[in-house]
């Protein structure tokens, strides 16, 4: 079966090198995602396991079409029935880089008639839509006048673990945090600080990593379990090896943050997913903490500014990289931030930097060399 596994910018060599492991083949790397071929266990295992994977797309149908009437003659030439049952739900999900069709959602509009209208044609019945929870989620992708319609194998993205608390303001992508841990190259013996941990995104990733845990493992819904050739049988079998690869090795994880809420919500989090045990959260600032270890990696998401004035976040930035030499010599630190001109004012130099997104934001996520004194 062939597959269009998508990530994040920046993430597809990492999420290469997951996909291999798994025993994905034929790899291929595109913009934000791979291409790969794997049977059906590969894809339920790859749903479970992958950390950097947003969605899991299986295409079915690819053509070329020039305007809307084309589109909707390729469209119906398809038989849609074999993948979509008229009493079930389904939705079109669409990615549109064209200099032909400029509304991405009119794209979806007419592709959803045609699909309609076959079954109106054939059964005088026809499909519903389901924009919020379909049964079945079909993935439009347009570049220029080449369409290729995919199933979608995952259903909700795979960032969507299912253990987030709702109401932090700026809460990071779990791949976005999976991705950026990976970069690092973390040795999981070693301590790993997130000194403005907000919700508690890197370090329930980081734990996840740590423990071998399959971050989608307590996750019930994927697109795939209703199509009609699911197999209960298999995906049971796959979930329990995931299962049973889960080690509780000991390890030194330390969130802080200066904002209660933020304190609560990381907690419950890590208590959702079976984890508060293993990562200590404190309240506090972090320019006022000193850690125990002489050794160990910083891994942390400050804030960009956008609610303060410029010379507050370059004074913040400035007091971090004090704060970082002052009490983290020995450490690695890696920061991401949208704030280019406030990275400058850490005072230090990076010796690794990658570009990459948080959300909209592009951001640099650069590798500080933390030591005492200077080299
Ligand atoms: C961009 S958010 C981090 C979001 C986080 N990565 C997540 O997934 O939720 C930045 C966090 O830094 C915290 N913060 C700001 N100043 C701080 C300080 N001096 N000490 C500790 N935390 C601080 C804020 O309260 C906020 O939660």
């Given amino acids: 079966m062939k597959l269009t596994i998508k990530t994040l910018y920046g993430f597809e060599g990492i999420l290469a090198e997951e996909i291999k492991e798994l025993g994905g083949e034929k790899i291929e790397k595109i913009t934000r995602g791979i291409k790969c071929e794997g049977n059906p266990e590969f894809l339920y295992r790859a ?26 003659e390729k469209m119906m030439e398809f038989d849609w029935s074999i993948f979509l049952d ?3 739900t389904f939705a079109i999900d669409n990615v549109v880089f064209s200099e032909l069709f400029k509304h991405s959602k009119f794209v979806a509009l007419k592709a959803k008639d045609a699909i309609v209208d076959q079954y109106r044609n054939k ?23 080449q369409f290729t319609i ?4 995952s259903g909700a993205p795979l960032n969507q673990r299912g253990y987030r608390e ?14 950026m841990i990976k970069l690092s190259n973390w040795d999981k013996g070693k301590p790993l600080v997130d000194p403005m941990c907000g919700s508690g995104t890197i370090l329930i990733e ?24 699911f197999s209960p049988v298999l995906w049971s079998r796959v979930k329990n090896e995931e299962q049973s690869k889960m080690r509780k090795p000991s390890m030194d994880l330390t969130g802080l943050d200066i904002d209660p809420n933020a304190v609560g919500m990381a907690r419950k989090s890590l208590g959702k997913i079976g984890l508060r045990r293993e990562v200590r959260i404190r309240e506090m600032d972090f320019r006022d903490f000193k850690p125990l ?15 303060i004035g410029e010379d507050d976040i370059n004074a913040f930035y400035t007091s971090m990289g004090d704060a970082f030499k002052q009490n983290f010599a020995g450490y690695d630190a890696w920061v991401i931030s949208s704030n280019k001109a406030a990275m400058k004012k850490i005072g230090l130099n990076y010796s690794d930097r990658h570009a990459l997104f948080n959300g909209p934001l592009e951001c640099d996520y650069c590798h500080y060399e933390l030591y005492d004194g200077s080299r």
């Avoid at 059964?123 to 006048?145: E, G, K, M, Q, W």
């Avoid at 709702?166 to 991705?179: C, F, T």
């Avoid at 980081?206 to 050739?229: K, L, Q, T, V, Y």
């Avoid at 990696?297 to 500014?305: F, K």
């Fill in 47 to 72: 749903n479970l396991a992958l950390r950097t994977a947003l969605k899991i797309l299986v295409p079915i149908h690819s053509f070329k079409a020039k305007n809307e009437k084309e589109l909707y």
């Fill in 293 to 307: 270890s002489e050794d160990g990696i910083i891994i942390t998401n400050p804030p960009y500014g956008e609610r």
């Fill in 123 to 145: 059964y005088r019945r026809r499909p519903s839509i389901n924009t919020d929870n379909p049964d079945v989620l079909f993935n439009l992708h347009c570049a220029n006048d």
């Fill in 86 to 88: 008229v009493d079930q």
């Fill in 206 to 229: 980081a734990a996840m990593i740590a423990m071998n845990m399959a971050p989608n493992i307590n996750r019930r819904d994927f697109g795939f379990r209703s199509w009609p050739e």
């Fill in 166 to 179: 709702d109401g932090h303001r700026a809460p990071m992508n779990e791949v976005l945090a999976a991705g």
């Fill in 150 to 153: 995919s199933m979608d194998s």
